[in-house]
Nanobody, 114 residues
Framework: VQLVESGGGLVQPGGSLRLSCAASGFTFSSAAMSWYRQAPGKERELVAAINSAGGSTNYANSVKGRFTISRDNAKNTVYLQMNSLKPEDTAVYYC????????WGQGTQVTVSS
């Protein structure tokens, strides 16, 4: 099983990034997917989640209206579009898959700074 995140980087406040998480080794279309983040000295927190079919999503209050989670089951990939980024969005972002168990990616760093 592999979850490989990409798309992180350094961006100025107000900017945008799109994270991708490419999955392999399990039935992606049956898995609920989510994005978490962990800032230095803080606990890992749920950012956004999407069900297996892509018809249901939920978001942390801190990112509602700015972030959008989506998935492409044909490409075994989940995305996180992040707009209007703020310095407090700086964190390592992780992809998580939930089937009968759960899997984590290795994370991608997002830094929002001028």
């Amino acid at each position: 099983v592999q979850l490989v995140e990409s798309g992180g980087g350094l961006v100025q406040p107000g900017g945008s990034l799109r994270l991708s998480c490419a999955a392999s080794g399990f039935t992606f279309s049956s898995a609920a997917m989510s994005w978490y983040r962990q800032a230095p000295g803080k606990e890992r927190e749920l950012v956004a989640a999407i069900n297996s079919a892509g018809g249901s999503t939920n978001y942390a209050n801190s990112v509602k209206g700015r972030f959008t989670i989506s998935r492409d089951n044909a490409k075994n990939t989940v995305y996180l579009q992040m707009n209007s980024l703020k310095p407090e969005d700086t964190a390592v972002y992780y992809c998580r898959a939930i089937t009968f168990t759960h899997y984590w990616g290795q994370g991608t760093q997002v830094t929002v700074s001028s």
